[in-house]
């Protein structure tokens, strides 16, 4: 996978759409004081998802849309294409089904960045993880900008290590890493949250089992009353019965006596 052409229109000082063709050989780009040489190295960091305004030597990122000159009003946007040419088939995976791959980057005024591979629409982190895969890369030690190999001389052994692992080309690996590490962070905190939910639940299950035995307990309790409410209507109907017998008897005998003492009241007449 080559760089083969950068094109900017209306990135800083490239008003009008101009390409640099990166050959063979191109090692790199001269020029008097304020040409625009700085603005090249920048475009190319920025289409590579550069995302610091500082780094592009602006307040903010809209700082990289043409501002205007006394002859010329500003632009509204900015775009930069990188092309690659991957007639090797070395990109990604993901992104390695064509011969050249057109990567766009464009910067509306209060609209902000859009991210375009082929044509087709792509997140900020599909493209910085395209270069980090391929070694390279908005943040790539191996871009040097002004001051910055007298930096590197007086860096630190941690920042220069980045210069070796990108020329072992595992900087994609310690992106992914990174990100592996947010997801582990990320999952961490979730099975924290699980925890607390699963100790909410235990209580609650602790409260409803106690109100089930109560249910259970009431139902029982419920049962035997209307037994026991049967066998107390049951016992007074039975004693009604036997008070209605015994009346029955007393008045048949009261009956007999009655008509005993007429037949006798009508025999002494
Ligand atoms: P030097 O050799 O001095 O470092 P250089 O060739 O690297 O210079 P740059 O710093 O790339 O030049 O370009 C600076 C030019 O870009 C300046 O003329 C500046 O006015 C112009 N410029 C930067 N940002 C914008 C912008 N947003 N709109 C218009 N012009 C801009």
Known sequence: ?????????????????????????????????????????????WVMGENRPTAMRGGGMEDVIFAGASSRPARNFAEVT??????????????NDADALDVVRRITRDAGSAYKLNGRDVRARDVQMLFADASTGAHSP???????????????????????????????????????????????????????????????LASLARQARQAARYREIGTQLRHAEGLLLYRRW???????????????????????????????D
């Not at 996978?1 to 000082?13: A, C, E, V």
Request: proline share 3%.
């Open 82 to 95: 990188l092309a690659l040419d991957n007639a090797d088939r070395t990109a990604p995976a993901a992104f």
């Open 142 to 204: 191996a871009l040097v900008r002004q001051g910055q190999i007298s930096e590197l001389i007086n860096a630190k052994p941690q920042k220069r290590r980045r210069i070796l692992e990108e020329a072992a080309g595992i900087s994609g690996l310690y992106q992914r890493r990174h990100e592996a590490e947010l997801k582990l962070n990320a999952t961490e905190g979730n099975l924290t949250r699980v925890d607390d939910v699963v100790e909410q639940l235990a209580t609650q």
């Open 238 to 268: 039975r004693e009604a019965e036997d008070a209605r017998a015994a009346a029955d008897a007393t008045l048949r005998t009261r009956l007999t006596e009655a008509a005993a003492a007429e037949r006798v009241a009508a025999g002494s």
């Open 1 to 45: 996978m080559r760089f083969s052409r950068l094109r900017l229109n209306g990135f800083k000082s490239f008003v009008d759409p101009t390409d640099l063709v990166i050959a063979d050989g191109l090692t790199g780009v001269v020029g008097p004081n304020g040409c625009g040489k700085s603005n090249l190295l920048e475009a190319l960091r």
